[in-house]
């Protein structure tokens, strides 16, 4: 008997990404770490040892190094990068291109990086993540370090995990007592209080008042019905929170993205929402009659099948939608990276950095399944790929029009479902804006400062990160190979490339130093513990598959 567990139920209901196995009982807390909270399937990460990440520094010095600002500004070099604490002080040059590195340059520092030859960006900011569970990861560890591999040194939960827990994590961030990017708190209406179901207006605006006072940075919406969406919408804005909405199918039939943007909705994150609003001969997506939005290969399969029947690309009535969502100032976070497995399972299925990043349990989440979310390749078909590479190729354009008439698009990522796996996850985005369209220094402006102005504005506050600029926190990302010719070397398994001189393939890239607050972390060494943490999971396995079965009793 196929048993629906709660979680799908909810999941297919508000039609989320939430944290999968969110009805799991919690595990056990490890030891110096804060308990895991009663609706988390998600342990907290260990407090970060000494040797883990170097500094703060009184004085830091980063060499010699190419800088990408983040601006969307060309890069330049070399550069000395001073940093002081957590706060980057001094940008200045170190000599001039060709010539050897001029010889009066920034004091002697506590700490130096010599970065000659290498690219210096921001740290990258990831708008759309969760931190997992089991049963996919039970350690929250495991996504921070891949984040931290992957250059990301913020990020926006929606929501991370559950309140409490998210707020506790978000506390030792800041602090630095685990080794995590910086976390912005943001919740699903309704969680976190006793106060019940928010079912009316007057329960909306008492939840997000409560919401406020606990902790939570902003909201993460689903399609709710408008009047509700209005009240959520309009309290948050007075209280200077964010919001994001995944305009969920069950009702974006009464509440699409032009519908929420009109309600004070900051960003539109996915791709729902969009379409639905630019339909061409119906006011409702012309699902065929057996469609059942609860069946998640019928949900996924379905999405695709928009591609065209909305208004024509770049015709009057696309334009007019583009253009009123940039007076409005909505964000695009379209997470292109989570669905890009639907235009090629077997490309993802097989990703090169499975073997030595992906846990077998996330593996095993991401397989054909009826109860897991997202895993919904019941009979995945080349029809139904041909569908999403169109799709793609629509989504794409509206995301790079609304980028060229001065709209902005930001990076995000979802991983953890669909067999994108943290971290590695994030670069496919980046990979993806290009093939949007995006040149590679507007995709590492969405990266940085796009993200970080998103998350600063609603509280009316100018970024505190995003660009590598004197005042800003030295949030920073090192990598030994040009990002803008190759993403591809921002991969914890970086980029295969031939050597000329010895005729071989090898790997170029990865990153070498990912710092934040001012402390260096050893990015290959962060790998190396996600790495350690695969290994222990696949060595668990092969012990308890060789346990000698217990003794068969002859009747
Ligand atoms: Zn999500």
Redesign the pocket.
């Known amino acids: 008997m196929r048993k629906m567990s709660a979680f799908v139920v909810v999941a297919a209901a508000v039609a ?2 939430m944290p999968a196995g969110a009805q799991q009982p919690p595990a056990a807390p490890a030891a110096q770490r804060p308990a895991a909270g009663a609706d988390d399937s998600l342990r907290p990460a260990p407090n970060r040892r000494a040797d883990e990440g170097k500094g703060p520094f009184k004085t830091l010095v980063i060499r010699g190094a190419m800088l990408i600002d983040g601006t969307g500004g060309p890069p330049r070099g070399p550069v000395d990068i001073v940093v002081q604490d957590n706060k980057i002080t001094a940008v200045r040059s170190a000599g001039t291109p060709g010539l050897p590195l001029r010889a009066s340059r920034p004091p002697q520092a506590d700490h130096e990086v010599d970065a000659t030859g290498m690219y210096v960006m921001p740290g990258f900011v990831d708008l ?1 993540v ?1 931190a997992g569970g089991a049963p996919k990861n039970a350690d929250a560890e495991y996504a921070y370090k891949l984040w931290l591999a992957h250059g990301v040194t913020t990020v926006r939960g ?1 929501p991370l995990a559950g309140n409490a827990f998210t707020v506790s994590e978000k506390a030792r961030s800041a602090k630095n007592e685990i080794v995590a990017p910086r976390i912005f708190n943001y919740q699903r209406a309704g969680v976190g209080w006793n106060g019940g179901t928010v079912d009316d207006a007057a329960k909306a605006t008492e939840w997000v008042k409560w919401a406020k006072a606990n902790g939570v940075d902003g909201l993460k919406l689903g399609s709710w019905q408008p009047d509700i969406m209005k009240a959520l919408l309009t309290t948050a804005g007075s209280m200077g929170m964010g919001s994001t909405a ?1 305009l969920d199918q069950g009702g974006v039939a009464q509440m699409n993205a032009i519908d929420a943007a009109r309600l004070g909705l900051g960003t539109v994150t996915h791709f729902y929402g969009h379409f639905e609003s630019l339909l061409k001969d119906f006011v409702v997506q012309p699902y065929p009659v057996d469609q059942n939005s609860s069946d998640e290969y019928m949900r996924f399969g379905q999405v695709a099948r928009l591609w065209d029947k909305i208004h024509e690309p770049g015709g009057p009535e696309w334009k007019a939608y583009l253009q009123e969502h940039l007076k409005l100032g909505t964000t695009f976070d379209p997470t292109l990276t989570i669905y890009s497995a639907g235009r090629d399972v077997m490309k993802f299925r097989n990703a090169e950095w499975h073997d030595k990043y992906t846990l077998p349990s996330l593996m095993d989440f991401y397989a054909p399944s009826r109860t897991n979310h997202g895993a919904y390749w019941y009979d995945w078909t080349t029809e139904d790929e041909v569908a999403w590479r169109n799709f793609y190729q629509v989504w794409f354009r509206l995301m790079n029009d609304y980028k060229k008439m001065g709209g902005r698009v930001t990076t995000g990522s ?1 991983s953890g479902f669909i067999y994108q796996t943290y971290g590695f996850g994030y670069i496919n985005e980046l990979e993806m804006l290009q093939e949007a369209g995006f040149h590679p220094l507007e995709v590492i402006q969405s990266a940085t400062m796009n993200g970080a102005l998103t998350l600063a504005e609603p509280g009316g506050k100018p970024i505190e990160f995003g660009i590598v600029r004197p005042g800003l926190l030295a949030d920073m990302v090192i990598v030994d190979q040009n990002p803008l010719q190759n993403f591809k070397v921002l991969y914890g398994t970086g980029a295969v490339r031939l050597n000329e001189k010895t005729g071989k393939a090898e790997r170029v890239g990865g990153i070498k130093y990912t710092i934040k607050d001012g402390i260096v972390y050893d990015a290959k060494q962060l790998l190396a513990d996600v790495a350690a943490m695969v290994e222990k999971q696949k060595k668990e396995r092969t012990a308890k598959t060789t346990t000698p079965a217990v003794a068969v009793r002859l009747p």
Request: proline share 0%.
């Open positions: 989320m990404w759309h969760h929606v995944h979802d």
